[in-house]
């Protein structure tokens, strides 16, 4: 038997099948683009996207054969749902966080809900890269939209409910609604009743990591997979990726290298709303019961595919297909050793805790006509790292402390980029050794919940393992030391001036 994980990201999805000892089967990955039909706006093509998650699946569950599929779990990235009918239509396009709709409703939202109230009760912030103003917007500016649709799903529970199980929501995603009551474990009358959204249109809620049913006999039929494959409810990406690379404990935090350069430290217990409002920092069920986890993060590698798509459009195929060289390999092999002479302020998009910025813009500074197309690539790289080691130097006031950071994600396979995090942050980064645990957590959570193991702690025992750890390098941590001081002081400098260019 084989465990199959599923992972619905922003620009991609990927499915790999696995045996119970973590080796890989079979994997298969898609590509797709975020659309923008106007400016300001930022949705992905349901359609389009379910059929790339469908093609993933067909693939994997083609290659492994000899070794079925047993049961299944599906991962995906937080805010963003699909609106779908009784009978498993597919009714619009999915409006991620970062899309600006929604944004007209917070002035209201806060005269009605108070934040202490709001994370007092769900864990969050009010903001506008939550569901729960996507889903006003839609109500009020598509309202044939919102009477026709039967459950607004998060893509883990739209696949899940795809593929033949009644629709749920596990509780990691169902807190980026804002609408999820983080200790009652289920919708907040509250927040339901003072926002408006009616609780009709939402899914019933589970744990992460629960059996929610079948794949239905003719969906099986459809992707080559096996009668009564178990669906497991998955949870948000960046748990599942946690989970696959064995951050479940105190003391660890995954550092994910994906769309969204993201950092989750784990802990057991709710830390006082006064401790981490200050920070921006949120609460959320970890996949693992008993465990709780937040987010630091920013949009690393959409910067990062920014900078493929605008710098080297030219070069993208012919070097993948002419050498069986990633593209991102030739890139970063032109960066220089030292500390880039860019220094990048990352607010590309709307930025992450402490502020969620969403009125900035990017910045690059020191360019001079010498500087090469590596020293720009490589003030990306270290623009998004910077940025998180300001995140982080709150944390152990907080009482969340972190020992050991775990990479994850596509960008962790470049050694380049880890050494510059471990330079930065000053502490070891240990590279998993699959670095799509997303879909290696998912499997993990199947297993857990169908019998291959006892629990999620023996599933991760028995299936993650680790590769090379990037401790800092001496000689660049001064240097680093330097350049942090220089790009603390970036954003406070710009801060209006940058406000009034984007108004």
Known sequence: MSLLGVDIGTTGCKASAFALDGTVIAAAYREYDVQSPEPGHAQ?????VWDHVKEVIREVASLCAGDPVAALSVSSLGEAVVPVTEDRGILGPSILNFDGRGAEYLEALRERIQDEDLYRIN??????????TKLLWIRDHEPDLYARTYKFLHWGAFASFMLGA??????????????????????????????????AKLPE???????????????????????KVAIVSGAHDQCANAVGCGVIDEGRAMFGMGTYICIVPVFSERR??????????????????????????NHGGSMLKWYRDTFAAAERADTSIASGRSIYDTLIGEIPDAPSGVVVLPHFSATGPPEFISDSSGVMA????????????????????????EC????????????????????????????????????????????????LGGAI?????????????????????????????????????LRYEQYHRLWPLMRDYLRNLRS
Not at 415 to 435: N, S
């Open 366 to 389: 020191g360019l001079r006509l010498e500087t090469q197309r590596g020293d720009i690539l490589k003030g990306i790289l270290e623009g998004a790292v910077l940025y998180l080691r």
């Open 166 to 199: 009644e629709p749920s929501v596990d509780y990691a995603l169902a807190n980026r609604t804002l609408l999820f009551d983080v200790d009652r474990e289920t919708w907040s009358d509250e927040l339901l009743a003072d926002s408006g959204i009616d609780p």
């Open 272 to 297: 006082d709303a006064s401790v981490m409002m200050d920070h921006g920092l949120n609460t959320e069920h970890h996949a693992v019961p008993g465990r709780y986890v937040c987010f630091l993060y």
């Open 445 to 481: 959570l199947a297993g857990a919940a169908t019998g291959a193991f006892d629990s999620v702690e023996e599933g991760v025992a028995a299936m993650v393992r680790l590769d090379r750890t990037f401790e800092p390098d001496p000689k660049q941590l001064p240097l680093y030391d």
């Open 123 to 132: 864990g969050n912030t009010l903001g506008n890269h939550y569901t729960l």
């Open 44 to 48: 992905l093509d349901s359609e389009r």
């Open 392 to 439: 982080l130097e709150p944390l152990p006031s907080k009482g969340i402390a972190i020992q050991e950071f775990r990479a994850v994600g596509g960008g962790s396979r470049s050694d380049a980029w880890l050494q510059i995090a471990a330079d930065i942050l000053g502490k070891p980064l240990t590279r998993a050794a699959l670095a799509e645990a997303g879909a």
């Open 205 to 227: 809620t589970v744990p992460c990591g629960s059996a929610i049913g079948e794949v239905s006999g003719a969906v099986a039929k459809e992707l080559g997979l096996p009668p």
